[in-house]
């Protein structure tokens, strides 16, 4: 995970969207996502929690902080800013802790179940979130696979 920095810049990112997604990216704080992001991938997990304001992510448990990894990734792609384009692979939790991660705290939920994303069934989260330090918001999706039922 360390010294690995994300395959786009920020700017290669935003030029990739249309005028009005850029403006929703922005709305949804995505240049902050994107640089916290970058930042983990680009630092690892120990120099970027001592640099962090709030010492995160707070976990140390390998798996966990591969999922953090994995939503950092997808954030620098400038996933989970649309219904149709989420993030995925994270779970709730890892999901939240991603956020945390960000300093952000949930405000809002509000979730579709049996949702087909790429012919996978699964949940499709829409959580709002605020800052904790100066307040401004972001609403993000998560897309959580169903577990396969064992025969």
């Known amino acids: 995970m360390e010294n690995n920095p994300p395959h786009q810049s920020l700017d290669e990112v935003m030029d990739n969207l249309s005028e009005s997604d850029q403006l929703h990216a922005l709305e949804q704080q995505f240049p902050y996502l994107f640089t916290k992001a970058a930042l983990f991938l680009e630092q690892g997990t120990e120099?970027?929690?001592?640099t962090d304001f709030f010492n995160e992510p707070k976990t140390t448990?390998?798996?966990e902080l591969k999922i953090l990894a994995v939503g950092c990734s997808q954030l620098c792609m400038g996933k989970g800013l649309k219904e149709s384009d989420p993030l995925t692979e994270l779970g709730v939790t890892?999901?939240?802790?991603?956020?945390?991660?960000?300093?952000?705290?949930?405000?809002?939920?509000t979730t579709k179940r049996g949702i087909y994303i790429d012919e996978i069934r699964g949940t499709l989260d829409c959580i709002s979130f605020r800052h904790a330090m100066d307040g401004r918001t972001s609403t993000l999706y998560n897309f959580c696979v169903y577990p396969k039922l064992e025969d």
């Open 94 to 109: 890892g999901f939240y802790q991603l956020m945390q991660m960000m300093h952000f705290q949930p405000t809002s939920r």
């Open 61 to 63: 448990d390998p798996e």
């Open 47 to 50: 120099t970027y929690r001592s």
